[in-house]
């Protein structure tokens, strides 16, 4: 089953911070962030794989909350490349190793 | 990071001819490799996974026999869309997980974009 994303969209000045949230109703092994540009392939963010693990990529940063199965993306002082599509990738505990369900994403648009 | 690369980058072909498109890990070896389908503004959906040495597994609604899928060696997997109609037209992207260790991470090609007319 797909994990849920949300919001669908955000739209954030330059400089403003969001959240992007994944819930899945299985229980997980890890949660993998992505994220996409228009026309182009993901780009590996991060993977999170204890529950209570917090990790950072430059000035995004996500959580993992492994009894409420659900993830946590945060895009903090936003740049303007931060824009895209933001994926959730899961992989159940009982999943076929490296099989991942992704969430329907959520759209990033950050403005000068 | 690892390096996965696909290709064709982009291909068009006439309707009931066969595409084959090629995942390559390029600098490490996978014994599993996945294959995913994307339309626009949609997710990624897993259509398979393939598997070094033995059959691909198809997820649910795929037809194996239409997306013929080959993983000869531990760095390269094909996936064949034989007899394409428009309606197969997709974006598709392979992704490559490191074998053995405990590293996890997987990585994605650069997307192979089928226009079928």
């Known amino acids: 089953q797909q994990p849920v994303q949300s919001p669908q969209a955000v739209i954030l000045r330059e400089g403003e911070d969001a959240v992007i949230n994944c819930s899945s109703s299985k229980a997980l092994y890890s949660v993998h962030w992505y994220r996409q540009k228009h026309g182009e392939a993901p780009v590996f963010l991060m993977i999170l794989l204890k529950g209570g693990e917090q990790k950072g990529h430059e000035k995004i940063s996500a959580s993992f909350n492994e009894k409420k199965q659900q993830s946590s993306l945060y895009l903090t002082a936003s740049q303007l490349s931060y824009s895209g599509t933001y994926f959730c990738?899961?992989?159940?505990?009982?999943?076929?190793?490296?099989?991942?369900?992704f969430g329907a994403g959520t759209q990033v648009v950050v403005t000068p | 990071g690892a390096v996965v690369s696909q290709h064709p980058s982009r291909v068009i072909c006439k309707s009931g001819t066969s595409v084959k498109i090629e995942c390559r890990s390029l600098d490490f070896q996978a014994t599993t490799m996945f294959w995913y389908r994307q339309f626009p503004k949609q997710s990624l959906m897993l259509m398979a996974t393939?598997?070094?040495?033995?059959?691909?597994?198809?997820e649910q609604g795929v037809e194996k026999d239409k997306f013929l899928i080959n993983h000869a060696s531990l760095t390269l997997s094909t996936l064949t869309v034989t007899s394409a109609h428009p309606e197969d037209s997709s974006f598709y992207i392979c992704?490559?997980?490191?074998?053995?260790?405990?590293?996890?991470?997987?990585?994605f090609g650069p997307g192979t974009r089928l226009t079928v007319l």
């Open positions: 393939s598997n070094e040495g033995s059959k691909a597994t198809y």
């Open positions: 992704s490559a997980r490191e074998s053995g260790g405990a590293v996890v991470t997987q990585y």
């Open positions: 990738g899961t992989e159940g505990k009982t999943d076929s190793w490296g099989k991942l369900q």
